[in-house]
């Protein structure tokens, strides 16, 4: 009978807690560093489409992820309080919800398929023949090694990889809410409140808000400026400036001052190459994004789960080959997400409404779970 294979995965945030589970559930032994003494996520409302919901189908994390997340019925864009679109989206599947539910329902998968997850292990080193170090000094050799350790990746800088990072003008502090439809609904009686609401200002003074109910409770708020805006990018928010600008937001902006919040530019991260020997690279440590078609978590997710199965389709002695084949086949894709969100982000051009239709909509309709998918692209 053929040996267990042994998968050390560094990073337990979304693209590691995939990796792991379609891993385990593959047959590997899986065990996942993660530096951070506690397992949670920061941050705070995520959307997620087709190409992550699918993932997380085959892993058998949907029905807890659907026990709280809503699809809205529309995906509205203002441009100073003029509604430029209603996009209702159809035939695409997306849903909202909050990145410590998304977190919490993939801990639960990883931990009923056999994962071992490790806090306060922070790796320091790995090599391309499958060792793995971690600080207290400990290495293990692996068949397999994932850097899904974020854009800081450990896994990444320790092998060598050539990093370019591009940064935009713009960035966002985000924050989690109660959802104050009532309050809201009294300000604005005609708006749709379940409604994603994209609210654009360019001219004068480039602020936007993005507003993404995450269920019946809660609601995922990104205030986005320009880095150079001081005011602007102030944390925590100045309420003054915000409500002057988004008045029919009041109750939720009041919420949102009270949070300290953390401001963060828009950056694109690519590296040279996603696979070094038996080591390769998954989520922001390969391809961080800007996030304007929310996509980062998304191709994060297909892409460990993709690893995972090519890894495991793979003798040992086929391993390198096998990561670098994963790579050509997968990479194009978020190649092609990362420059169009990087596109949208510097142009700022999703305030024009109606964008999501044709190239922008690639990812989120991609199935990573279709053998068939590539011979059908
Ligand atoms: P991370 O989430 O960064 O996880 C990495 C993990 O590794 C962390 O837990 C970290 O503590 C751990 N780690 C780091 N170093 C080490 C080490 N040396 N040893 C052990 N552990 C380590 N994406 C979407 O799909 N939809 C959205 O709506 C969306 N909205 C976004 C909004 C904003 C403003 C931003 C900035 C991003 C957004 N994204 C969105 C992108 C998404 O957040 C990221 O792409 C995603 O979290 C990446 O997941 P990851 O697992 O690769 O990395
Ligand atoms: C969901 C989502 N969409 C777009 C952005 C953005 O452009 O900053 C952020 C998001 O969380």
């Given at each position: 009978m053929a040996e267990t294979r042994r998968a050390e995965i560094s990073g337990a945030g979304f693209a590691g807690l995939v990796a792991a589970t379609a891993l385990a559930q593959r047959g590997w032994q899986v065990r996942v560093h993660e530096k951070g003494e506690t397992l949670r996520t920061e941050g705070a409302g995520i959307v997620l489409w087709g190409n992550s919901l699918q993932v997380l189908d085959d892993i058998g994390a949907t029905h807890d992820i659907m026990s709280n997340s809503m699809t809205p019925p529309a995906y509205e864009t203002r441009m100073d309080n003029v509604i430029q679109s209603q996009e209702t989206l159809d035939g695409i599947r997306w849903r909202t919800m909050t990145r410590g539910h998304l977190f919490n329902s993939l801990l639960l998968a990883a931990r009923e398929a056999g994962v071992e997850v490790k806090p306060g292990s922070r790796v320091v080193s790995a090599t391309a023949d499958g060792v793995l170090t971690t600080a207290d000094g400990a290495s293990t050799k692996a068949d397999l090694i994932v850097?899904?350790?974020?854009?800081?990746s450990a896994v990444r800088d320790s092998l060598g990889f050539e990093v370019r990072r591009e940064r935009s003008r713009d960035g966002i502090t985000r924050f989690l809410v109660p959802r104050r439809k009532a309050e809201l609904s009294a300000l604005e009686?005609?708006?749709?409140?379940?409604n994603v609401i994209d609210f654009w200002n360019l001219d004068p003074r480039v602020l936007r808000v993005l507003y993404t109910p995450a269920n019946d409770e809660e609601l995922y708020i990104a205030l986005m400026a320009p880095a150079a805006d001081a005011e602007g990018s102030r944390v925590p928010i100045d309420l003054d400036l915000w409500t002057s600008i988004f008045p029919q937001l009041a109750p939720v902006l009041q919420d949102a001052a009270r949070i300290q919040g953390r401001y963060y530019g828009y950056q694109t991260t690519r590296v040279d190459?996603?696979?070094?020997g038996v080591a390769a690279l998954v989520g922001d440590a390969a391809h961080a994004m800007c996030p304007a078609l929310a996509q980062g978590a998304g191709c994060a997710m297909q892409n460990a789960y993709t690893l995972a199965v090519a890894a495991t389709a793979a003798s040992d002695d086929e391993l390198p080959a096998a990561l670098a084949g994963w790579e050509r086949l997968e990479r194009p894709y978020t190649d092609r997400c990362q420059d169009r969100s990087q596109e949208y982000a510097d142009t700022?051009?999703?305030?024009?409404?109606?964008?999501?239709t044709g190239e922008s909509v690639e990812t989120a309709l991609y199935?990573?779970?279709?053998?068939h998918r590539h011979e059908k692209a």
């Amino acid at each position: 009978m053929a040996e267990t294979r042994r998968a050390e995965i560094s990073g337990a945030g979304f693209a590691g807690l995939v990796a792991a589970t379609a891993l385990a559930q593959r047959g590997w032994q899986v065990r996942v560093h993660e530096k951070g003494e506690t397992l949670r996520t920061e941050g705070a409302g995520i959307v997620l489409w087709g190409n992550s919901l699918q993932v997380l189908d085959d892993i058998g994390a949907t029905h807890d992820i659907m026990s709280n997340s809503m699809t809205p019925p529309a995906y509205e864009t203002r441009m100073d309080n003029v509604i430029q679109s209603q996009e209702t989206l159809d035939g695409i599947r997306w849903r909202t919800m909050t990145r410590g539910h998304l977190f919490n329902s993939l801990l639960l998968a990883a931990r009923e398929a056999g994962v071992e997850v490790k806090p306060g292990s922070r790796v320091v080193s790995a090599t391309a023949d499958g060792v793995l170090t971690t600080a207290d000094g400990a290495s293990t050799k692996a068949d397999l090694i994932v850097g899904a350790d974020g854009v800081g990746s450990a896994v990444r800088d320790s092998l060598g990889f050539e990093v370019r990072r591009e940064r935009s003008r713009d960035g966002i502090t985000r924050f989690l809410v109660p959802r104050r439809k009532a309050e809201l609904s009294a300000l604005e009686p005609d708006t749709e409140w379940d409604n994603v609401i994209d609210f654009w200002n360019l001219d004068p003074r480039v602020l936007r808000v993005l507003y993404t109910p995450a269920n019946d409770e809660e609601l995922y708020i990104a205030l986005m400026a320009p880095a150079a805006d001081a005011e602007g990018s102030r944390v925590p928010i100045d309420l003054d400036l915000w409500t002057s600008i988004f008045p029919q937001l009041a109750p939720v902006l009041q919420d949102a001052a009270r949070i300290q919040g953390r401001y963060y530019g828009y950056q694109t991260t690519r590296v040279d190459s996603w696979t070094r020997g038996v080591a390769a690279l998954v989520g922001d440590a390969a391809h961080a994004m800007c996030p304007a078609l929310a996509q980062g978590a998304g191709c994060a997710m297909q892409n460990a789960y993709t690893l995972a199965v090519a890894a495991t389709a793979a003798s040992d002695d086929e391993l390198p080959a096998a990561l670098a084949g994963w790579e050509r086949l997968e990479r194009p894709y978020t190649d092609r997400c990362q420059d169009r969100s990087q596109e949208y982000a510097d142009t700022r051009a999703m305030s024009q409404g109606n964008q999501f239709t044709g190239e922008s909509v690639e990812t989120a309709l991609y199935e990573p779970t279709d053998p068939h998918r590539h011979e059908k692209a």
